[in-house]
């Protein structure tokens, strides 16, 4: 009885768990905003970054470090590496210090 409860958890509950967050690479792509900024992030690599008080967008790149870690290269060639968590219909852009750079709602 004991067995047949353990195996009802992880048949049931484990999955619940697991199904909120999506590995980064995987989850990534779409577009997201937070506050007035939109990010819209192409399966390609490449970024549009729009600022709604500003008139242009401007462009960037992206690459995985590790599964977790991306490198985002800007329109004026510098980089920066961030923390990125996909989960639920929201992505967290955390900087390497820790503290949270942006928390996005997905778009589409």
């Not at 290269?73 to 942006?102: M, N, Q």
Request: net charge positive.
């Amino acid at each position: 009885m004991r067995t047949m409860r353990l195996l009802l958890v992880v048949l049931f509950i484990v999955p619940l768990i697991a199904c909120g967050r999506t590995p980064p690479r995987e989850g990534i792509v779409g577009t997201w905003e937070a506050g007035n900024q939109r990010v819209e992030i192409k399966a390609d690599g490449t970024m549009v970054f729009t600022d709604r008080m500003k008139e242009q967008p401007s462009t960037g790149s992206y690459r995985f470090v590790d599964d977790n870690h991306v490198q985002v290269t800007f329109a004026d060639s510098s980089t920066k590496e961030f923390k990125v968590s996909v989960s639920s219909g929201s992505l967290k852009v955390t900087r390497p210090d820790g503290t949270v750079f942006a928390k996005y709602s997905r778009v589409k």
